[in-house]
């Protein structure tokens, strides 16, 4: 078993439910076939809009989804799933709102989707390292704006990193995000 699958079969995916009204056990499915583990054993885009988030609002399986997008990015998967999971990862953090069953129960989940992705830090960190695709390199630099609490060692790997950065990136633009975030 990879590591996002370990994640996957960790998750509680029937006890929550989904932004389309019914249980997110679906959603391990459609990870899974994210992530190319599926049963066409290659990666599949499947989108997770209206299921975990949408422009207003994150759903309770946010932070499950962002533990297994963290999953990923340490795993072996294609070059085009850990776009993916970035993007989707990307979604997370982003996050503006919480969908109201959510937030009766006093769950803030943009935070705890910030918070779990804190935990990845050094992942995102060798993923614009790395430099292996200007999408990823780019995403991954933006996840780390809204979520690095050391705007020094940000700025260190901006500067290191200037050459193969996307000019939003490199010219701090995508910090707004930050600002919008009230961080």
Same mark, same amino acid.
């Given at each position: 078993?990879?590591?996002?699958?370990?994640?996957?079969?960790? +998750?509680?995916?029937?006890?929550?439910?989904?932004?389309?009204?019914?249980? !997110?056990?679906?959603?391990?499915?459609?990870?899974?076939?994210?992530?190319?583990?599926?049963?066409?054993?290659?990666?599949?885009?499947?989108?997770?809009?209206?299921? *975990?988030?949408?422009?207003? *609002?994150?759903? /309770?399986? !946010?932070?499950?989804?962002?533990?297994? !997008?963290?999953?990923?990015? !340490?795993?072996?998967?294609?070059?085009?799933?850990?776009?993916?999971? $970035?993007? $989707?990862? +990307?979604?997370?953090?982003?996050?503006? %709102?919480?969908?109201?069953?959510? &937030?009766?129960? %006093?769950?803030?989940?943009?935070?705890?989707?910030?918070?779990?992705?804190? +935990? %990845? @830090?050094?992942?995102?960190?060798? /993923?614009?390292?790395?430099? +292996?695709?200007? %999408?990823?390199?780019?995403?991954?630099?933006?996840? $780390?704006?809204?979520?690095?609490?050391?705007?020094?060692?940000?700025?260190?790997?901006? /500067?290191? &990193?200037?050459?193969? @950065?996307?000019?939003?990136?490199?010219?701090?633009?995508?910090?707004?995000?930050?600002?919008?975030?009230?961080?």
């Amino acid at each position: 078993m990879r590591l996002v699958e370990m994640e996957i079969a960790r +998750q509680d995916w029937k006890g929550m439910l989904c932004g389309c009204g019914g249980s !997110a056990e679906h959603l391990a499915r459609d990870l899974l076939q994210l992530a190319g583990r599926g049963s066409l054993r290659e990666p599949s885009h499947v989108s997770l809009e209206e299921h *975990v988030w949408s422009p207003a *609002v994150l759903w /309770e399986p !946010a932070p499950a989804v962002t533990s297994v !997008a963290l999953a990923a990015l !340490a795993d072996d998967v294609a070059p085009t799933a850990r776009e993916w999971f $970035l993007d $989707l990862l +990307q979604r997370m953090v982003a996050g503006e %709102g919480t969908d109201s069953e959510s &937030a009766r129960r %006093g769950l803030d989940l943009p935070e705890l989707c910030r918070g779990l992705a804190v +935990q %990845g @830090l050094w992942l995102l960190y060798e /993923e614009v390292m790395s430099n +292996q695709s200007l %999408g990823g390199t780019g995403t991954a630099f933006e996840i $780390l704006t809204v979520v690095e609490p050391e705007r020094s060692r940000l700025q260190c790997v901006r /500067e290191i &990193a200037a050459d193969w @950065l996307p000019v939003c990136c490199r010219t701090g633009l995508c910090d707004d995000d930050l600002r919008v975030l009230g961080r």
